[in-house]
T-cell receptor, first 112, second 114 residues
C-alpha cells in the first residue's frame, strides 16, 4: 500500500514568515499534486509535478518533486492570512490506476 | 478544469434513515470519485463511480451501505444508507481521468447524523 506522510501536521505562523511542508513516501509516483482546501469547500488543485527534480512556482508558492519521485515539498514565502487552509499532497501511483493517494494533510494557520 | 456542484450542501438526519447526495459535472468526464473526510483531516476514497457498470469500492466500504449510481458521464449519486452517528462526515465527489490523474472537487456535503 502506498502512503504519503505529510509534515508538519499543524502549522501556526505569523504573517510574513516562510514555511515548508513536506510530503514523503517510500513509493514512487508517476506524478504528484498539491491541493489547498478552505473550510466549507472542496480541495482546489494548485499544481502538478511530473518530472523528478522538477520545480514549479506559483507566485509565493514553490513546489518541488524529489529526484526519485518519492517525495515533494511546498515552500511558501512571506505567508499571508489568505494562505490559511488544509494543504494536501496527492500522488498518482506508478501502477496503472486512475486513483490518487492522498497525503495525511497539513493544517496551516497564518495570523495577521 | 471541470466545475462540480453537489446537493445538498449540508443535512442533519436521524439515525436509521438514508440520504442521497447528488454530484453534477459541467462537462463529460470518464472518472468520478466519492470521498469521505472528517473536518480538518485528509480524504478517504469510498469508491470509483463507473459509467455503465457497478462502482468499484475501496476496502472497508460496501455497496449495501454506500450504493452509487452513474447514469451518464456528467452525473453521479452516493447514498448513505441506514445512517448512524459514525456516518457524520463531509462527503466529496470529484472528477478525474486526466493524463496525470488530476481531480477536481465539488464543495462537499456536510452530513450530521443524530
Amino acid at each position: 500500500t502506498q502512503l504519503l506522510e505529510q509534515s508538519p501536521q499543524f502549522l501556526s505562523i505569523q504573517e510574513g514568515e516562510n514555511l515548508t511542508v513536506y510530503c514523503n513516501s517510500s513509493s514512487v509516483f508517476s506524478s504528484l499534486q498539491w491541493y489547498r482546501q478552505e473550510p466549507g469547500e472542496g480541495p482546489v488543485l494548485l499544481v502538478t509535478v511530473v518530472t523528478g527534480g522538477e520545480v514549479k512556482k506559483l507566485k509565493r508558492l514553490t513546489f518541488q518533486f524529489g529526484d526519485a519521485r518519492k517525495d515533494s515539498s511546498l515552500h511558501i514565502t512571506a505567508a499571508q492570512p489568505g494562505d490559511t487552509g488544509l494543504y494536501l499532497c496527492a500522488g498518482a501511483p506508478s501502477y496503472n490506476t486512475d486513483k490518487l493517494i492522498f497525503g495525511t494533510g497539513t493544517r496551516l494557520q497564518v495570523f495577521p | 478544469s471541470a466545475v462540480i456542484s453537489q446537493k445538498p450542501s449540508r443535512d442533519i438526519c436521524q439515525r436509521g434513515t438514508s440520504l442521497t447526495i447528488q454530484c453534477q459535472v459541467d462537462s463529460q468526464v470518464t472518472m468520478m470519485f466519492w470521498y469521505r473526510q472528517q473536518p480538518g483531516q485528509s480524504l478517504t476514497l469510498i469508491a470509483t463511480a463507473n459509467q455503465g457498470s457497478e462502482a468499484t469500492y475501496e476496502s472497508g466500504f460496501v455497496i449495501d451501505k454506500f450504493p452509487i449510481s452513474r447514469p451518464n458521464l456528467t452525473f453521479s449519486t452516493l447514498t448513505v444508507s441506514n445512517m448512524s452517528p459514525e456516518d457524520s462526515s463531509i462527503y466529496l465527489c470529484s472528477s478525474g481521468g486526466s493524463s496525470y490523474n488530476e481531480q477536481f472537487f465539488g464543495p462537499g456535503t456536510r452530513l450530521t447524523v443524530l
